[in-house]
């Protein structure tokens, strides 16, 4: 049986395990906590949603920072192993998702990851082409097809992207 997690659970398991990671656009935490923190000691959570994180914090995960904000004016100073960005709606909000992605390199570690996942390979193609424009150190890193589990019914992580920071 293949659960909704089984590609990005695929996928991180080609991934050193981060010590800490930043979930952006986390919403309730709810695939995070059943991906098992993608094996981070700690996890940063950020969505704009403050009734989402409401909803996270009621699960009282004491290995989960949550933090409301805009991904456009990410109040962050820390920087993280893995950095997550899981079916981001770039066509409604892509001035965001552009400033988002801008900050990507200042928010990983030197070597750090950086995970990105999409329904649309539309949403794929205008990520490949922004990183390249406001990111050119992040180094695409080709992961092996045929060690990732299929893509389920609901399309989860269909389309993705792995980064590593230089």
């Known amino acids: 049986m293949i659960t909704q997690h089984a590609r990005l659970n695929s996928i991180l398991a080609l991934l050193p395990t981060p010590r800490i990671a930043l979930d952006l656009g986390c919403g309730?935490?709810?695939?995070?906590?059943s991906a098992n923190f993608y094996g981070a000691e700690w996890v940063v959570g950020v969505d704009h949603d403050l009734l989402a994180l409401r909803w996270a914090k009621r699960l009282n995960t004491p290995r989960l920072w949550l933090v409301h904000a805009d991904i456009a004016h990410l109040p962050l100073t820390e920087t993280f192993d893995l950095v997550l960005v899981r079916h981001p709606d770039v066509v409604r909000s892509r001035p965001a998702w552009l400033a988002a992605l801008n900050a990507l390199p200042r928010l990983s570690?030197?070597?750090?990851?950086?995970?990105?996942t999409t329904y649309e390979q539309h949403e794929i193609d205008w990520i490949k082409v922004t990183v390249q424009a406001v990111a050119p150190n992040l180094t695409p890193i080709p992961l092996p097809d045929e060690r990732l589990a299929p893509v389920g019914l609901a399309g989860r992580d269909r389309f993705y992207r792995v980064y590593r920071c230089a």
């Open 109 to 116: 570690v030197r070597r750090g990851h950086i995970l990105l």
């Open 28 to 33: 309730a935490c709810t695939d995070l906590i």
